[in-house]
């Protein structure tokens, strides 16, 4: 059975940072690309960051280039998103995605590519 279960979430001041886990079970964690995406109330879901097979390549939206990391941790079976100078716009549903990738430096943007999905932790951003 495929599981996704992120981790991390909370309420936390503009400027803080939070650390999101999500672990992952059920699948062969190492063939797959991981991605986080978020969704605010009211919005779309969008694309933050994903990572390759490898963790050697990543990608990242504009509005979190220089604030957040992804990275993986293979042995573990867990992808992290650190995220600092957090801001409100940032307040959402942060989901995990995987989808297997043919080559071990590729990584996926696009929602509809992934497979596989966490049932999201909330991030909330206020003062």
């Known amino acids: 059975q495929v599981q996704l279960v992120e981790s991390g979430g909370g309420l936390v001041q503009p400027g803080g940072s939070l650390r999101l886990s999500c672990a992952a079970s059920?699948?062969?964690?190492?063939?797959?690309?991981m991605g986080w995406f978020r969704q605010a109330p009211g919005k779309e879901r969008e694309f933050v960051a994903a990572v390759s097979r490898s963790g050697d390549n990543t990608d990242y939206a504009e509005s979190v280039k220089a604030r957040c990391t992804i990275s993986r941790d293979n042995a573990k079976k867990t992808v992290y998103l650190q995220m600092n100078s957090l801001k409100p716009e940032d307040t959402a549903v942060y989901y995990c995605?995987?989808?297997?990738?043919?080559?071990?430096?590729?990584?996926?943007?696009?929602?509809?590519?992934?497979?596989?999905w966490g049932q999201g932790t909330q991030v909330t951003v206020s003062s």
């Open positions: 059920g699948f062969t964690f190492g063939s797959y690309g």
């Open positions: 995605a995987a989808v297997r990738t043919r080559y071990t430096s590729d990584y996926l943007t696009g929602q509809y590519q992934y497979t596989y």
